[in-house]
Nanobody, 119 residues
């Protein structure tokens, strides 16, 4: 059973930083594409950052240049460094592990961690 647990959320002020972590159990993260999504109140969940199995990273335009996703394979974790935070970054942040096997895609989700940025 693959389980993901997020940590590191909290309340910060405009311009400050937070570092989210996602610890994976039940499987090695080296087998997965790792993603961070976020869901603001009343809005759909959206993808903000991806790190592939080879370490290639991608970001949504809204966070590019401010957020950094990184793999921590020895600790079976993935991190999201969030700098220059804005009130628009307020959301629940979810960790996601994605794997394609024999033509089928499997996805696993954490329960989320709240990030609140005050003006």
């Amino acid at each position: 059973q693959v389980q993901l647990v997020e940590s590191g959320g909290g309340l910060v002020q405009y311009g400050e930083s937070l570092r989210l972590s996602c610890t994976v159990s039940g499987s090695s993260i080296s087998a997965f594409i790792m993603n961070w999504y976020r869901q603001a109140p009343g809005k759909q969940r959206v993808l903000v950052a991806t790190v592939t199995r080879r370490g290639t990273t991608e970001y949504s335009d809204s966070v590019k240049g401010r957020f950094t996703i990184s793999r921590d394979n020895p600790n079976n974790a993935v991190h999201l460094q969030m700098d220059s935070l804005k009130p628009d970054d307020t959301a629940v942040y979810y960790c996601n592990a994605e794997r394609a096997t024999l033509g089928q895609t499997y996805q696993y989700w954490g329960k989320g961690t709240q990030v609140t940025v005050s003006a």
